[in-house]
């Protein structure tokens, strides 16, 4: 009678791929980093894997998505895409697509807000109503410039810096960076390079 003996050596072939975020260690899985972290600190191919929500036999969601976002490199061209183009692609369904398009136009129309739409601030207590359900979360500290227009409405938010557990170092130019930045139009003629920019920045905070 002949046995066959399985070493370790011999199961340990490589990583288990599974086609399942809840099959993801916890510190890995999209959804629980969103949560614990912002859909900001998320990369497009995290993003993208919660919306997809599953992968293929073979090959787990993250790296589908991935895959997608090589392939059309990058959001820009994927937003651009047709309903029948994405579900040709190899493991993406109607129930995968639909998602993406619709969270695609959401961010459409969300950049797209008219002045009388946007947020005004009126106070702290409207920046605080802002952040705080996110920030309060966060487990080091974090600095970010909202940006507003003469008019206090808000036009973006800048995530200038994070630091440790409890302090965080930036120097002062460098908080008005993002503004500056903003008052060049973005078009082949703009003539502002990054050393201005920082020199504007550094005369602001003088």
């Known amino acids: 009678m002949v046995t066959k003996t399985t070493t370790s050596n011999q199961l ?21 980093r969103l949560r614990h972290y912002s859909a900001g600190q998320l990369s497009n191919a995290e993003l993208l894997a919660i919306l997809f929500r599953t992968g293929t036999q073979g090959e787990n969601v993250l790296a589908m998505a991935s895959q997608i976002l090589a392939k059309f490199e990058g959001l820009a061209t994927l937003s651009r895409t047709s309903f029948d183009e994405l579900c040709a692609e190899k493991g993406l369904s109607a129930a995968k697509v639909c998602p993406v398009l619709a969270a695609l136009e959401l961010g459409r ?7 009388e739409d946007r947020v005004v601030i009126s106070s702290p207590k409207d920046i605080a109503n802002l952040f705080m359900a996110e920030m309060s979360l966060l487990e080091r500290e ?43 139009p973005r078009s082949p003629s703009c003539t502002i390079t990054r050393p201005a920019i920082r020199a504007r920045a550094r005369k602001t905070c003088r």
């Open 12 to 32: 340990a072939t490589g990583p288990v791929t599974s086609s399942l975020i809840r099959d993801f260690p916890v510190s890995e899985r999209p959804r629980e």
């Open 142 to 184: 974090e600095l970010r410039v909202l940006l507003l227009n003469t008019e206090n409405q808000v036009l973006g938010m800048e995530r200038l810096y994070r630091g440790s557990v409890n302090s965080g170092l930036v120097r002062r130019a460098e908080v008005s960076v993002a503004a500056v930045k903003r008052t060049c």
């Open 109 to 115: 129309q969300a950049s797209s807000l008219s002045p």
